[in-house]
């Protein structure tokens, strides 16, 4: 194997990130059989909980996710092209983007709680809480990681390594792949 191919073959990042992903993955696993099989045994009651989410603010939660990642894979793309400062204005695109979820989230938040609902409601409150607002602080964890970068690589911080960059974009890509996953299960799914 030559060095082009084992450089092609590498987890971007540091590995010390992958490990906490891994663990990271590994909880929000069983956050979501938690929650099927809770719906199992509560058919009624989670479908009446779901009736009173918006799906539409999970929508925009999921577009908003999903592009912020893409603005943030271009600034890995542009990093590894030697091109710092635009690396570092796609990765503040990306936080810009995603402050959209932040905005949309605390609504919803605020929409249930006015109608009464809360951890202690039941079941399907207790655990939609639980696994969205522990999403929501892996999400602002995100951005306070992006943040660092942004301003690290816009000061030339990434000239000869970038796997800061790299380790911060893994990070991303893990929240936003669990919001895929998250969005179907506790939104849509009846």
């Known amino acids: 194997m030559n060095d082009s191919t084992a450089m092609q073959k590498r987890l971007p990042g540091d590995l010390a990130i992958w490990i906490f992903i891994l663990a990271e993955l590994t909880v929000f696993a069983a956050l979501f059989v938690s929650f099927s099989v809770s719906k199992s045994m509560n058919i009624e009651m989670f479908a009446e909980g779901q009736a009173t989410l918006h799906p539409m603010m999970g929508l925009i939660n999921t577009l908003s996710l999903i592009t912020s990642s893409y603005f943030v894979a271009k600034a890995v793309f542009f990093a590894a092209q030697g091109q710092l400062a635009k690396s570092s204005q796609w990765i503040w695109m990306g936080i810009a983007i995603a402050s959209i979820y932040i905005v949309t989230k605390f609504m919803e938040y605020q929409s249930l709680m006015a109608l009464g609902y809360n951890m202690r409601t039941n079941i399907f409150y207790t655990l939609y809480f639980f696994?969205?607002?522990?999403?929501?602080?892996?999400?602002?964890?995100?951005?306070?990681?992006?943040?660092?970068?942004?301003?690290?690589?816009?000061?030339?911080?990434?000239?000869?390594?970038?796997?800061?960059?790299?380790?911060?974009a893994s990070y991303w890509h893990m929240v936003d792949m669990v919001w895929v996953i998250l969005f179907p299960l506790i939104y849509v799914i009846q």
């Not at 690290?152 to 800061?164: F, H």
Request: glycine fraction near 14%; charged fraction near 20%; aromatic fraction near 14%.
């Open 131 to 168: 696994i969205t607002f522990f999403h929501f602080m892996h999400v602002l964890m995100g951005i306070v990681i992006l943040v660092y970068v942004a301003q690290k690589a816009k000061k030339g911080g990434y000239e000869d390594d970038i796997t800061g960059i790299e380790t911060g």
